[in-house]
T-cell receptor, first 115, second 113 residues
């Protein structure tokens, strides 16, 4: 089944404890992106990647890192999480061309709480 | 920056009624998409309309696009309780020729049985 898989789905952590949210897609998509969703603010883009080894900042990149060493994986790294990073995070991917071009497939979401 | 903004923020209707939500955007686009999100879950793509199209249908969904007004509308006909969800529009912001989709804050639709 074509899908975007995020892990963990739920996580409670403490301030300053490094964590990684993994994202993997099995559709050979070139474009991948991370969003955070907060009440009243909609989806805001954190980082995106147009292809392997190519990453760019979105609207709210502060406090996050990403890497794209392989096409299928796009992990989101919080080096020193803070309470304002408590949010619902989504990973998404899309093909750049052909059928379904620019149509995003989303993961199920990762709910992160930083105490 | 959020390119698209949905209106209204919230909509409450009875089953069987039609639901209309709107999206306004600021800069020229190549396409506009609508997505649906059930509470706390990932967004699901509903429909894509290109800038040279004025109207598109998919089942009970009808999307219109008015590029002169920089706006789009999503109409759900004969709504059902299962249509209760948040609906988002996404527009394509071009960056160096690459497609960067940006989302609005969404319209929360409640359909009462």
């Amino acid at each position: 089944e074509a899908q975007v898989t995020q892990n963990p789905r739920y996580l409670i952590t403490v301030t300053g404890k490094k964590l990684t949210v993994t994202c993997s897609q099995n559709m050979n998509h070139e474009y991948m992106s991370w969003y955070r969703q907060d009440p009243g603010l909609g989806l805001r883009q954190i980082y995106y990647s147009m292809n392997v080894e190519v990453t760019d900042k979105g609207d709210v990149p502060e406090g996050y890192k990403v890497s794209r060493k392989e096409k299928r994986n796009f992990p989101l790294i919080l080096e020193s999480p803070s309470p304002n990073q408590t949010s619902l995070y989504f990973c998404a991917s899309s093909p750049p061309r052909g059928p379904g071009a620019n149509v995003l497939t989303f993961g199920a979401g990762s709910r992160l709480t930083v105490l | 920056s959020q390119q698209g903004e949905e209106d209204p923020q919230a909509l409450s209707i009875q089953e069987g009624e039609n639901a209309t939500m709107n999206c306004s955007y600021k800069t020229s686009i190549n396409n506009l998409q609508w997505y649906r999100q059930n509470s706390g879950r990932g967004l699901v793509h509903l429909i894509l309309i290109r800038s040279n199209e004025r109207e598109k249908h998919s089942g009970r969904l009808r999307v219109t696009l008015d590029t002169s007004k920089k706006s789009s509308s999503l109409l759900i006909t004969a709504s059902r309780a299962a249509d209760t969800a948040s609906y988002f529009c996404a527009t394509d912001a071009r960056s160096g020729g690459s497609y960067i989709p940006t989302f609005g804050r969404g319209t929360s639709l409640i359909v009462h049985p």
